[in-house]
């Protein structure tokens, strides 16, 4: 993957070449950012650069010997590692396990997944991933070696919250002190789950969110998207890649639709109708459960800006931002958003943990339902 496949994020793109051109590239960097962000891409793209035989002034040729690999990411001294299953050695002969091929499988077609879409992609739900002490000594063992091509060795190791203490442990004096011209390309949508011991010795890149502007121009381009569709999954994707990828194939709103329906079933006190809502959520996959309760908290966020008259934050626009304004006159205060928003960040929780999505959902709009009982009782 070269720098000019990830969409803008140009001052990120600028500061890593600049460290390769300047030679003040750190042995250890962490790339981290919110989910959906392109902390993978980014280090590919930083993969490219280094081993890239013509490289531009900016970028990596995409032409070269080693491009033409690094596309497949078999490039002989670009080495991964992510968290995987305990398997015993007659599972992996039998079953004829290939993890490595899953895994760049899954990094080619899904480079701005998470964890939960690995562990659909690789077959392993409900079951713990870690990164392995015995993969620390992999790790360890294969730095060791020289480089095959005379060049950086290079570890990437996706997922690196999922190290195992005692893995991390052995890695701590490699990191530090590695051999001479190798490079750990770490990454994390959750640092701080890491080590103090680990983030230490790591220099940090931030790799922050997209912008609307950024997601957008990608869709239309990259996928010949009509513009106004774009310009609303973007706005729904709240940053992330992954949420507009997920989103790109569904119909225009559906999600807003839904949400629509709910608050105006809770604002119309209609307890009979929002069963059949708890219900359909139900049958829905987890992410797009998950997805449907972001959308509720965007909906919250452009209530609350409504009401304290703040219109030049708000990202609805034509019916959409209609919407938001009647529903912040029926159902929903400033002084009530705080508490809704609570709510909705509890539901989304507890998806996250596989607590009964039926359950959450019921409780979610039972607690929106009492606000709303509580505003007609009191003519707010």
């Known amino acids: 993957m070269r720098f ?38 980014m280090a590919l793209g930083l993969a490219s650069f280094l081993y890239c035989e013509n490289p531009t002034e900016t970028d990596s040729c995409g032409t070269c010997a080693a491009c033409h690999r690094l596309d497949k990411l078999i490039l002989p001294d670009l080495n991964f590692a992510f968290p995987q299953i305990a398997r015993s050695k007659k599972e992996v002969e039998t079953e004829k396990i290939d993890d490595m091929a899953n895994w760049r499988k899954f990094a080619m077609e899904q480079p701005y997944g998470n964890i939960h879409d690995f562990v659909v992609a690789m077959g392993m739900q409900k079951k713990q991933l870690n990164i392995s002490k015995d993969e ?5 063992q294969t730095l060791s070696l020289k480089s095959f091509e005379g060049g950086f060795k290079t ?9 195992h203490p005692s893995a991390a442990n052995s890695l701590l004096k490699i990191i530090e002190e590695p051999p001479e011209k190798t490079l750990f390309l770490l990454i994390t949508n959750d640092p701080e789950k890491l080590l103090t011991t680990i983030l230490s010795r790591t220099q940090k890149v931030f790799v922050r969110g997209f912008s609307d502007q950024e997601i957008a121009e990608h869709l239309v381009s990259e996928f010949q998207l009509a513009g106004e569709k774009a310009n609303q999954i973007a706005i729904l994707s709240d940053g992330s890649m992954r949420e507009a990828y997920r989103l790109r194939d569904e119909v225009k709103d559906q999600q807003v639709q839904l949400i629509r329906q709910w608050f105006l079933k809770c604002a119309g006190l209609k307890v009979h109708e929002i069963f059949p809502l708890v219900t359909d959520f139900d049958k829905s996959d987890v992410e797009s459960q998950k997805s449907l309760i972001l959308t509720g908290l965007f909906v919250l966020r452009e209530i609350l800006l409504k009401r304290l008259s703040v219109e030049d934050l708000l990202r609805t626009q034509d019916e959409d931002r209609v919407f938001i304004e009647k529903i912040s006159k029926v159902l929903i205060t400033e002084e009530d958003v705080p508490t809704i928003y609570q709510k909705f960040n509890e539901a989304y929780y507890h998806l996250e943990r596989n607590i009964n999505a039926k359950f959450v959902l019921t409780v979610l709009l039972l607690d929106v339902l009492k606000i709303a009982q509580n505003k007609q009782r009191n003519g707010r």
């Open 155 to 163: 570890m990437m190791i996706w997922g690196v919250e999922h190290l």
């Open 4 to 41: 000019s496949s990830i969409p803008g994020l140009a001052e990120t793109k600028q500061k890593l070449v600049s460290s390769v051109k300047n030679n003040h590239l750190a042995h250890a960097l962490l790339f981290h950012g919110p989910e959906g962000s392109a902390t993978l891409p």
């Open 136 to 140: 620390a000594r992999k790790i360890i």
